[in-house]
C-alpha cells in the first residue's frame, strides 16, 4: 500500500483541522492543560444562552481573541502552509474543512476552505441575517452594516447547541474522498468528531489521524502519525506529494 492508501491522483482528499494546527502559531487550544476553556466556562461565553444572559461578557470574550489573532506575531504556521500547497499541487479536489475560527488557513493560502463552526472575524445580524467581516471589536451599540439597528450584532461562530456550518457540503465530500486527513483535534465535539466514522461506514476513503497525542478516536483511524503539527504534516504532505509525483 502506497502512502496515502490506494490514492491515485485526481482522488479527492478532505481534511479536517481543529485547534492544534494554530497552536505553534501561539493561539491557545481548548482541552490541552493551558487552554481556553482551563481559563473560561463554556457556558458562559459559548452558548447562545450565554449571550443572552450576558452578551457583554460574550462580546468581551471574542472581541480578545480577535485582537490577539490580529497580533503581528500570530502567523501561519509551516503545518498551515502545508496544507495549502497540497491545495494548490495535488491532481484532485483537496477539500479543507476546520473547526478553528482564526483565518490562518486563509492567509497561508488555502482556498477550498470550509469553516464549519464560524469565523471570529466575521459577525452576524440576529435580525436581518447578514454576515460582515467584522476586524474590531464588538458590542451592544455596533450597527448592523446593512439593518442598522444596533444590539442585534453577534460574532459568527458556532455555539455549543447550534447547528455547525455547510454539513451537506461536508458530509457529500466525506462520503467521497479517497483520503481523510485529520489534524490538530482531540476528537471530543461532534459533528466533526465523527467524521473519520462516516468515512469509514459510508466511504471507502483511506483515514490519517495526524496530531501531537492520540486523540479519543484514534483507534478509529487507518493511521495514526503524532508529533507537532509544524514537523508531523509538512513531512506527510511532502511525502505523499512525492509518492504520487514519481507514480
Ligand atoms: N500539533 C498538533 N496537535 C496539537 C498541538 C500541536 N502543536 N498542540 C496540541 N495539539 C492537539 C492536542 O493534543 C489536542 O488533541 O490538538 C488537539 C486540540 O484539541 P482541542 O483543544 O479539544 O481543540 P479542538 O479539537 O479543535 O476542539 C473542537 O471544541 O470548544 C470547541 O468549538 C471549539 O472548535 C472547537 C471544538
Known amino acids: 500500500m502506497t502512502l496515502g492508501g490506494d490514492l491515485k491522483p485526481g482522488d479527492p482528499i478532505v481534511i479536517l483541522t481543529g485547534a492544534g494546527i494554530s497552536k505553534e502559531s501561539g493561539l491557545a487550544t481548548f482541552r490541552d492543560a493551558d487552554g481556553i476553556w482551563a481559563k473560561v466556562r463554556v457556558e458562559d461565553v459559548a452558548t447562545p444562552e450565554a449571550f443572552r444572559a450576558n452578551p457583554v461578557r460574550v462580546h468581551d470574550f471574542y472581541n480578545a481573541r480577535r485582537r490577539q489573532l490580529q497580533e503581528a506575531h500570530v502567523e501561519p504556521n509551516a503545518a498551515h502552509q502545508a496544507l495549502a500547497r497540497l491545495e494548490r499541487e495535488w491532481p484532485g479536489p483537496v477539500l479543507l474543512v476546520t473547526q478553528n475560527i482564526d483565518d490562518l488557513h486563509e492567509r497561508a493560502g488555502s482556498r477550498n476552505l470550509i469553516h464549519m463552526h464560524g469565523e471570529l472575524l466575521r459577525g452576524r445580524c440576529e435580525d436581518c441575517g447578514t454576515v460582515h467581516d467584522w476586524p474590531g471589536d464588538m458590542s451592544l451599540s455596533s450597527p448592523c452594516p446593512a439593518c442598522g439597528r444596533s444590539s442585534v450584532l453577534r460574532p459568527h461562530v458556532v455555539w455549543f447547541g447550534e447547528m455547525p456550518l455547510e454539513m451537506d457540503r461536508i458530509y457529500a465530500a466525506l462520503d467521497n474522498c479517497a483520503l481523510f486527513l485529520s489534524i490538530g483535534t482531540s476528537g471530543n465535539v461532534y459533528p466533526a468528531a465523527g467524521f473519520v466514522q462516516e468515512v469509514k461506514l459510508q466511504g471507502t476513503g483511506h483515514t490519517v489521524e495526524l496530531n501531537l497525542e492520540p486523540s479519543e478516536g484514534a483507534t478509529l483511524f487507518d493511521e495514526t502519525i503524532h508529533g507537532p503539527a ?18
Not at 509544524?230 to 507514480?247: I, K
Open 230 to 247: 509544524t514537523r508531523v504534516v509538512p513531512d506527510y504532505v511532502g511525502r505523499l506529494l512525492n509518492a504520487h509525483a514519481a507514480a
